[in-house]
């Protein structure tokens, strides 16, 4: 018998890792995007059904043909700055689309939902590294529509039944190995594709560096950087572990390390022989200094542990999607 899951958000970057990934392993992941972000070519050929997370009609005929086993809930506008300029857009989409999919799923009675949460949804650190009981105090209209997410996510448990895993991740980053997938986001914010890019031929770009007075080692803000297919990896581990037990769990998925602005730098300098050319700009309001993540109830409860803990090697992928990305 087919093992159906509904991928929303499959089309773009992570969930389209975790739809490979299922599929790879046996499930038949069935991806629903409104292409607002995504490109169909990211869907690699797996079915996908366009479509907003907004639109009960939709769902509810999608919902009718397939025998759902699990919901991995991926769609959402996930843009800080422009979080704080257009909050609605953020609310209505992260949040009442949210709770749209998740009645529809209670009245089909599908009761698993793996939820793409994120580190946002902590603030700034009052302590590192962050573990899951760090508290949760978002300081973007982006943090707090995920925030009021996961509350939902609880309040659904306790009163329907809705077994759920809160996911959430500190920085994504690579392409998957072999795949002809990768990040591919149209409005780019992330550290490690903005360096890439500057490297493309005739590109004429420069990286920013937002702020090199922070107190850090070399002045520059701390992430901590995950592979995209350690990501998908924990997702079906954590979609296990609601088959097997049910309930309701959060974790942060990360690798536990933190990499300066710098030292992503001079990592891709290493990796691909040329030189990110840089531009130094002012701090950008609302970046804390460092972020970085406590990783040990993702291993303690999903048995999870990322298989890509050199940031030299994440960056490869990055830089081999980069240089042949087909999206
Ligand atoms: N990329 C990261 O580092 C990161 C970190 C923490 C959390 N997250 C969360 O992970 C999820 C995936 O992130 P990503 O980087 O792959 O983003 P992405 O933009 O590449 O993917 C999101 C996809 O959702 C689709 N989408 C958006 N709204 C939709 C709607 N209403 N109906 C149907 N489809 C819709 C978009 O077209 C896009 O394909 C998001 O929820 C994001 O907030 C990402």
Redesign the pocket.
């Known amino acids: 018998m087919k093992k159906f899951v509904l991928v929303?958000?499959?089309?773009?970057?992570?969930?389209?890792h975790t739809a490979a990934a299922l599929a790879e392993r046996g499930y038949e992941p069935i991806i629903?995007?409104?292409?607002?972000?995504?490109?169909i070519e990211?869907a690699d050929g797996r079915l996908l059904v366009i479509?907003?997370?907004?639109?009960t009609l939709k769902l509810n005929e999608l919902f009718k043909k397939y025998d759902f086993k699990a919901v991995f809930?991926?769609?959402?506008?996930?843009l800080v700055g422009e979080s704080v300029k257009d909050p609605a857009k953020y609310y209505t989409?992260?949040l009442s689309?949210a709770l749209n999919l998740l009645s529809v799923m209670l009245n089909f009675g599908v009761k698993n939902i793996i939820f793409?949460?994120?580190?946002?949804t902590y603030g700034n650190p009052v302590r590192l590294p962050m573990d899951e009981e760090h508290p949760q105090a978002p300081i973007n209209p982006?943090g707090s529509s995920?925030l009021m997410a996961e509350t939902v996510l609880k309040d659904y448990n306790a009163a329907y039944g809705l077994n759920y895993a809160i996911l959430?991740?500190?920085?994504?980053?690579g392409a998957h190995p072999s795949l002809p997938i990768g990040?591919?986001?149209?409005h780019e914010t992330?550290l490690i594709p903005l360096a890439l890019k500057t490297l493309i031929k005739g590109s004429g770009k420069k990286l920013t560096i937002f702020g090199t007075d922070y107190d850090t080692p070399d002045g520059t803000c701390i992430r901590d950087y995950i592979h995209?297919s350690d990501l998908a990896d924990a997702h079906i581990l954590a979609m296990e572990k609601l088959f097997a037990d049910g309930g309701g769990f959060a974790v942060n998925l990360a690798t536990g390390k933190g990499h300066s602005v710098k030292e992503i730098i001079d990592a891709v300098h290493f990796v691909t022989g040329l030189k990110v050319p840089v531009l130094t700009g002012e701090r950008r309001a609302g970046d804390p200094p460092v972020l970085v993540a406590a990783n040990t109830l993702a291993a303690h409860l999903l048995g999870f542990s990322p298989k890509y803990t050199d940031i030299h090697k994440i960056i490869q992928t990055a830089w081999n999607w980069e240089v042949n990305k087909r999206f």
């Open positions: 929303t958000g499959g089309a773009g970057y992570i969930g389209s629903y995007d409104n292409l607002s972000e995504g490109h990211a479509g907003d997370t907004a639109d809930h991926f769609a959402a506008a996930s989409n992260n689309a793409s949460s994120t580190c946002a982006y995920k959430r991740y500190f920085n994504a980053a990040e591919s986001h149209r992330h995209v």
